[in-house]
T-cell receptor
Framework: DSGVTQTPKHLITATGQRVTLRCSPR?????VYWYQQSLDQGLQFLIQ???????AKGNILERFSAQQFPDLHSELNLSSLELGDSALYFC???????????FGPGTRLLVL | LAKTTQPISMDSYEGQEVNITCSHN???????ITWYQQFPSQGPRFIIQ???TKVTNEVASLFIPADRKSSTLSLPRVSLSDTAVYYC????????????FGTGTRLQVFP
């Protein structure tokens, strides 16, 4: 158990819909990262927040957005969902910048 | 971040030592080498990190030659539960804001 929690574990929705994925970092960790893992793309970095501020952006679509709240939990919002958005979405956290990242169990999203 | 090259897959038997080599020819002076393990449908798990020579923890050893252009993850006496994908990542410790995962090495351990 990494100490990072993600909800929900599974999510099934339809194309065009919007969903919100939630992540709670390890106690005391200030950085939260979001990754997407699909069969054909592997693990891809999406976005990072540090103490409430966006710090780095990766291959995140404009239909996706994220935020980190004052209590340091983070949410990833996915809108106008497409079939290709079906994937595992992982959240990771670390204490300080550059420190080891600890991954949560992931949210499996299926878009039908 | 430096590009890494690993074997796509490896097979082993229980009780054997497994060595997975990663090539990173353009590693920078400030880069560290980090290995993660991932089981199906689970998040990657940190295994070990090193800068040079040898690092050992309760799970694995990491061997890094003097030129640092490659590294070898050594798993002693593997068991069936070590069947997983192993990722080698290279990046500056202070600037590893985003982990860039390659395709990894799929290790299959047989009884």
């Amino acid at each position: 158990d990494s100490g990072v929690t993600q909800t929900p574990k599974h999510l099934i929705t339809a194309t065009g819909q919007r969903v919100t994925l939630r992540c709670s970092p390890r106690s005391g960790d200030l950085s939260v990262y979001w990754y997407q893992q699909s069969l054909d793309q592997g693990l891809q970095f999406l976005i990072q927040y540090y103490n409430g501020e966006e710090r780095a952006k990766g291959n995140i679509l404009e239909r996706f957005s994220a935020q980190q709240f004052p209590d340091l939990h983070s949410e990833l919002n996915l809108s106008s969902l497409e079939l290709g958005d079906s994937a595992l979405y992982f959240c990771a956290s670390s204490g300080q910048l550059g420190e080891t990242q600890y991954f949560g169990p992931g949210t499996r999203l299926l878009v039908l | 971040l430096a590009k890494t090259t690993q074997p796509i897959s490896m097979d082993s038997y229980e009780g054997q030592e497994v060595n997975i080599t990663c090539s990173h020819n353009n590693i920078a002076t400030n880069d560290y080498i980090t290995w993660y393990q991932q089981f199906p449908s689970q998040g990657p798990r940190f295994i070990i990190q090193g800068y040079k020579t040898k690092v050992t923890n309760e799970v694995a050893s990491l061997f890094i030659p003097a030129d640092r252009k490659s590294s070898t993850l050594s798993l002693p006496r593997v068991s069936l539960s070590d069947t997983a994908v192993y990722y080698c990542l290279v990046g500056a410790h202070y600037n590893t804001d985003k982990l860039i995962f390659g395709t990894g090495t799929r290790l299959q351990v047989f009884p």
